[in-house]
């Protein structure tokens, strides 16, 4: 199944104390983000990649035309050190479809100008290239298939802020204070699943969401995907810090494809629940 990325952002909120590399571009130990992301969907078998490329888009080509399977792979120099024989590789099998979608375009106008990529497909797989989980990404495509009338479906996720929310009445007194995490409400987590049905929604100058996927909700052609295992989004500096702080103490739940840093689970635990809308 192909996979759409979406990696073409500024990214203004990752930029404090960093470079001007492309978000999807900076480091978790010793890939970029990006191949993280990628990495979990090869786990699964999906290795057809469509890269909507914008800012910093000669960052992603150059990184992918001289990768290096030697940089996170264990191997053997032979013949002197003259070649290299690989015990495991990464990308091997991977197709990378490089696409220019635009300085300044939404997602949606990102996914219009890979359009006709993907029209063709019976479904297809779409994702920001920044946000790492550990959900079994088996079961989301099941229980997408599984249900005809959808025409895409969504990753949805508790609230990862550690603000509170103050209950208030009229008097100024405060009822109560909870943590937002706590709310009965969830987050777009990305990891999405579409059908081609999805283009008759998309307008240009318009976003894939919250645009597009309004007008699937009154007839109940959006799935939304309950999670509450491992979610993160590597939106600003403090989110990467986070991410590469767990990577160098070897705690990686996204990590599905390496039980040594995963704490040898092949899959997350917590189950999906689905919910039209």
Not at 23 to 49: C, E, Q, S
Not at 132 to 160: C, I, K, N, Q, W
Not at 161 to 186: A, F, I, K, P, W
Request: proline share 5%; charged share 25%; net charge negative.
């Amino acid at each position: 199944m192909k996979v759409v990325l979406f990696c073409g952002g500024l990214g203004m909120r990752m930029r404090e104390g960093m470079t001007s590399v492309p978000k999807p571009m900076n480091m978790i130990g010793d890939r970029p983000l990006l191949w993280h992301v990628m990495r979990y969907y090869a786990h699964f078998g999906h290795t057809d990649f469509i890269l909507c490329l914008g800012y910093g888009a000669n960052a992603v080509k150059d990184y992918f035309v001289h990768y290096d399977e030697t940089q996170s792979n264990d191997f053997t120099l032979v013949a002197g050190g003259r070649n290299i024989e690989m015990h495991s590789t990464d990308i091997t099998d991977w197709n990378i479809t490089f696409i220019d979608t635009g300085l300044r375009s939404s997602i949606g106008e990102r996914l219009m100008r890979v359009r006709h990529l993907v029209e063709h497909e019976e479904m297809f797989l779409a994702n920001y290239a920044d946000t790492l989980t550990d959900a079994p990404l088996e079961e989301l495509v099941d229980r997408f298939r599984a249900t005809p009338a959808a025409v895409a479906s969504m990753l949805a996720v508790p609230p990862v802020s550690t603000h509170h929310v103050v209950d208030v009445g009229e008097d100024g007194v405060v009822s109560g204070v909870r943590e937002v995490r706590n709310l009965m409400q969830y987050e777009n987590g990305g990891y999405f699943a579409m059908r081609p049905g999805i283009f008759e929604v998309l307008r240009e100058g318009e976003d894939m969401v919250p645009d597009a996927f309004a007008r699937l909700v009154p007839e109940r052609r959006l799935l939304a995907q309950q999670y509450h295992g491992f979610w993160r989004a590597a939106d600003t500096f403090k989110d990467r810090v986070e991410l590469e702080d767990m990577f160098h103490r070897g705690q990686c739940p996204w990590m599905v494809w390496d039980p040594l840093r995963n704490g040898g689970r092949v899959l997350a635990e917590p189950a999906l629940t689905a919910l039209a809308g």
